[in-house]
């Protein structure tokens, strides 16, 4: 029998997808797998097919991509396809420098639009891009990936309990050693630590944690920042040697509205030892978390121990022993398609996305006072962004 769910097919624009993330996280892990399952079902009975079409600079990477995973369309010229009056949805992880054009005549197009971060590279832009966003009436999402991962689904879950009495701190660590690219290539593209284009670890992941901090405790109302570029010199993907003219680590110190401080390490010149790459710990009067991208461990006042300092004695404390898994309750999945799936309802339903322009450009908006900080070194006070 045919199927009578009522359906609709929504046209995605794709631009960025021959990068690292876009092609990962975005075609591979989030839109193929809902298009190769027949669709998102919604709660009305509605299913929603996606179609992707692939857009970027290079012929022979497109062509490839979309002969490996059955893509019909795809385009070098991204001003046509953002014309294309059949495309319901642009979708971009570009550079960031190309970025904020793009979306705003995405937007201007009448366009429905997700995007990854940075949305601009300055904060005007960013605003700007939120300003036309609303004015179009266009349902816009900003990827707030780590929001969705298991590790801090658990420790928001955490919060909304109350597990922690009052909140006294977030730490967080992020990073891993970047080869130089002269030994072993590199694992990020050169352009990443080339300021001029677009490139620093401030401007990557600022943009972030601010989402993370309003994810998990609120508005960030100050910053106190220090960026570094540590390795001087790197080799880019022909193997010639380039200055790092941009930041590859920064230390911050945020603080936040309901009177925690929050410090997060972030860093491209470090090995880790740790169990997950990034890692965030909330400190309350009432228990402890520790929470990576998956996994969560948990320390309640009722069960913290009292170690005693004495460097004279070998260490006996089992400590990590000490803390218990919180369990997720429920299949996640991964966090990217999450997201979309999430968007995806909201263009269909038209109801607004709940990580919009705005919220990108309070991300810009951290990444530029944290390296104003870091110039000037002093604390700044963060103002509110308004359209």
């Known amino acids: 029998m045919p199927d009578s769910t009522p359906q609709r097919t929504l046209r995605i624009a794709m631009n960025g997808v021959t990068g690292r993330m876009g092609y990962r996280q975005h075609l591979v892990r989030s839109i193929l797998p809902i298009r190769d399952s027949g669709g998102l079902l919604l709660p009305d009975g509605t299913r929603i097919r996606v179609e992707p079409i692939l857009v970027g ?7 490839e991509l979309a002969e490996r995973h059955g893509i019909a369309e795809w385009s070098t010229d991204a001003a046509a396809v953002i014309a294309d009056p059949s495309i319901d949805i642009y979708f971009d992880a570009q550079v960031t420098s190309r970025r904020a054009e793009a979306l705003a005549a995405a937007v201007k197009a009448g366009k429905h639009v997700f995007t990854e971060k940075p949305t601009a590279e300055t904060l005007t832009e960013a605003v700007e891009l939120a300003r036309v966003a609303a004015n179009a009436g266009v349902t816009a999402g900003v990827v707030h ?21 009052r909140i006294l701190s977030l730490r967080g660590e992020f990073g891993y050693w970047v080869f130089e690219g002269d030994g072993q290539p590199a694992q990020r593209p050169s352009w990443n630590y080339r300021a001029e284009d677009g490139g620093g670890i401030v401007v990557d992941m600022f943009c972030h944690w601010n989402y993370v901090l309003e994810g998990l405790l609120g508005k960030v109302e100050a910053v106190t920042a220090r960026a ?3 390795i001087p010199t790197r080799w880019d993907e022909q193997g010639k040697p380039y200055p790092a ?15 925690a401080i929050a410090q997060i390490n972030s860093s491209w010149a470090v090995r880790v030892y740790r169990d997950e790459l990034v890692e965030f710990q909330i400190d309350g009067t009432h228990g402890s978390a520790v929470a990576g991208l998956r996994k969560c461990v948990a320390q309640h006042r009722s069960h913290t121990p009292k170690p005693v300092w004495n460097p004279d004695l070998p260490v006996t404390e089992p400590f990590r022993d000490q803390w218990l898994d919180v369990p997720a309750n429920a299949e996640l999945d991964n966090g990217f398609k999450l997201q979309w799936e999430e968007f995806l309802t909201d263009v ?15 991300g810009v908006q951290l990444a530029e006072l944290g390296l104003r900080s870091s110039a000037e070194g002093r604390r700044i006070e963060i103002p509110e962004v308004t359209l």
């Open 145 to 165: 990936d780590k929001l969705y991962l298991p590790g801090l689904v658990k420790l928001r879950r955490l919060v909304d309990e109350g597990f922690f009495g």
């Open 57 to 63: 600079r290079n012929t022979a990477k497109l062509a």
């Open 245 to 259: 003219t941009a930041d590859d680590a920064a230390y911050g110190i945020f603080e936040m509205e309901n009177g």
């Open 228 to 230: 570094a570029t540590h």
């Open 348 to 362: 269909v339903t038209g109801r607004p996305h709940r990580y919009g322009m705005l919220s990108a450009a309070r």
